[in-house]
T-cell receptor, first 112, second 114 residues
């Protein structure tokens, strides 16, 4: 049974800092992995999707990497801004099913 | 493209009542998902559809929950005989299908069972 873990649960950093969020999954046989952002009381917004054949994806100040063999993904945020404050969640899907299994998220606060 | 729409945004009900939520996915999206989220937790999978076919349903879902997607367009999620433990945010998402698994979420329906 696939399980997704995100550490730390919460993170507070000063503005301008580069930071890394971690996502671990127990079954390396994944189909793809997505990183999402969620603002309080809102739905989720997909940030980056990495297919199982890919090792990383980039969008603006965001870079996500995938290491299937070790069951890990990282989301790198460069030059963090107060507007980046949100909860970041990762989710994976496995071959044979299209359901996504989510981690519990990392609550990020960027201080001005 | 107006995104994924969910209705209502908020629902307050008394224990034992039935409730129904609606989700309108992005028009060309084949897959539609329902998730449930409680405070401080990640979304928990409930069920998903490929067009009108319900392909997978969580074992955590009791018989009080049912979902439909007639004609492969909008979907409804019904909860019968609601319990206080059903209080949560119910999220709908859709994706294009085979060639693109990117999920687009609606804003959710916040259910409070008194």
């Amino acid at each position: 049974k696939q399980e997704v873990t995100q550490i730390p649960a919460a993170l507070s950093v000063p503005e301008g800092e580069n930071l890394v969020l971690n996502c671990s999954f127990t079954d390396s046989a994944i189909y793809n992995l997505q990183w999402f952002r969620q603002d309080p009381g809102k739905g989720l917004t997909s940030l980056l999707l990495i297919q199982s054949s890919q090792r990383e994806q980039t969008s603006g100040r965001l870079n996500a990497s995938l290491d299937k063999s070790s069951g890990r993904s990282t989301l790198y945020i460069a030059a963090s801004q107060p507007g980046d404050s949100a909860t970041y969640l990762c989710a994976v899907t496995s071959p044979g099913t299209y359901k996504y299994i989510f981690g519990t998220g990392t609550r990020l606060k960027v201080l001005a | 493209d107006t995104g994924v729409s969910q209705d209502p945004r908020h629902k307050i009900t008394k224990r034992g009542q039935n409730v129904t939520f609606r989700c309108d996915p992005i028009s060309e999206h084949n897959r539609l998902y329902w998730y449930r989220q409680t405070l401080g937790q990640g979304p928990e999978f409930l069920t998903y559809f490929q067009n009108e076919a319900q392909l997978e349903k969580s074992r955590l879902l009791s018989d009080r929950f049912s979902a439909e997607r007639p004609k492969g367009s909008f979907s409804t999620l019904e909860i019968q005989r609601t319990e206080q433990g059903d209080s949560a945010m119910y999220l709908c998402a859709s994706s294009l299908g085979e060639t693109d698994g990117k999920l687009f979420f609606g804003s959710g329906t916040q259910l409070s069972v008194l």
